[in-house]
């Protein structure tokens, strides 16, 4: 089973950044796609940024140009890095790993999510 592990969120204020890690753990074969979601109170979860295994990005509208992610395929790691931070960017972040297990099953994991709160 594989688990991602978030860390790096926190309070920080208007303006400011924030850099979160995600990483593995357990056993896997590969893994592909990496991806950032929120979820804020009473709004549904949404993609925030997210990496395929060639580098390719894919952003929400609401972060172009602010945020950037990124990914060290040797560590297995993905980082998301959070400039120009707003009040709307609060929210629980989740890691996602996309990949082959051991025995090459697809598994599609969700890490426990780190808070991330903006103060304006």
């Known amino acids: 089973q594989v688990q991602p592990v978030e860390s790096g969120g926190g309070l920080v204020q208007s303006g400011g950044s924030l850099r979160l890690s995600c990483a593995p753990s357990g056993s896997f074969f590969e893994i592909n796609a990496m991806g950032w979601y929120r979820q804020a109170p009473g709004k549904q979860r949404e993609l925030v940024a997210a990496?395929?295994?060639?580098?390719?990005?894919n952003y929400a509208d609401s972060v172009k140009g602010r945020f950037t992610i990124s990914r060290d395929n040797a560590k297995y790691t993905v980082y998301l890095q959070m400039s120009n931070l707003k009040a709307d960017d609060t929210a629980v972040y989740y890691c996602?790993?996309?990949?082959?297990?051991?025995?090459?099953?697809?598994?599609?994991?969700w890490g426990q999510g780190t808070q991330v709160t903006v103060s304006s």
């Open positions: 996602n790993l996309h990949g082959y297990g051991m025995g090459y099953t697809v598994f599609d994991s």
């Open positions: 990496i395929d295994s060639g580098g390719n990005t």
